[in-house]
């Protein structure tokens, strides 16, 4: 056997034992557990209010129900155990027309909260590959 054979097959046995015995931590995990996302939720609150480009749109928002709904939405894609509660995405965003841009400036102020709430790039990354599957669920519902 070459040595670069016997080199890849170590590293692979490596990696299978590694694997087997160190899961990936979940992304609720990542996130600070439901403490984090509660401090992820509530920056998040403060910066659409904050952000002339959307913060109308929130004007008449009951900021304690959005706050719950948003903690246990953000805990369930997550992989955390909670049960959401509120409305379906396109039911929650129905009415509003949310356009292309809007959703943007949303995970743009998403974006902020997460940095404010001093979370590693790669666990952001993680979290907004599942928000943004759900573009097509609020834009111009
Ligand atoms: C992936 C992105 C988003 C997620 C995960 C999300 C999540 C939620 C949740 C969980 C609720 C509460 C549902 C309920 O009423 O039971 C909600 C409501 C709402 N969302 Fe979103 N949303 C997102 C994007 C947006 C965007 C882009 C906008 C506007 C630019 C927006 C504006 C609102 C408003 C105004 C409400 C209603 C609050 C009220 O009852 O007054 N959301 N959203």
């Known amino acids: 056997m070459s040595i670069r054979i016997g080199l890849l097959l170590a590293a692979a046995g490596g990696c299978l034992g590694a694997c ?3 899961p990936q931590a ?3 995990q990542q996130l600070g557990g439901a403490d984090g996302i509660a401090r992820l939720v509530a920056a998040t609150i403060v ?3 904050g952000d002339p480009r959307i913060s109308e749109l929130f004007a008449e928002t009951d900021d304690a ?3 719950a709904r948003l903690e246990e939405f953000i805990c369930q894609i997550a992989d955390g ?3 959401y509660a509120g409305l379906p995405m396109p039911d929650a965003h129905s009415g509003m027309d949310i356009s292309e841009r809007e959703f943007n ?3 743009e102020d998403f974006e ?3 940095n404010t709430s001093r979370l590693p790039l790669a666990v952001q990354n993680r979290l907004l590959a599942r928000l943004a599957r759900l573009r097509d669920e609020i834009i111009r519902q």
Do not use: G
């Open 65 to 67: 129900y959005f706050r």
């Open 47 to 49: 910066e659409v209010h």
């Open 105 to 107: 400036y949303f995970v």
């Open 112 to 114: 902020r909260a997460m």
């Open 20 to 22: 087997a015995t160190l």
């Open 81 to 83: 155990d909670c049960d």
């Open 26 to 28: 979940s992304l609720h």
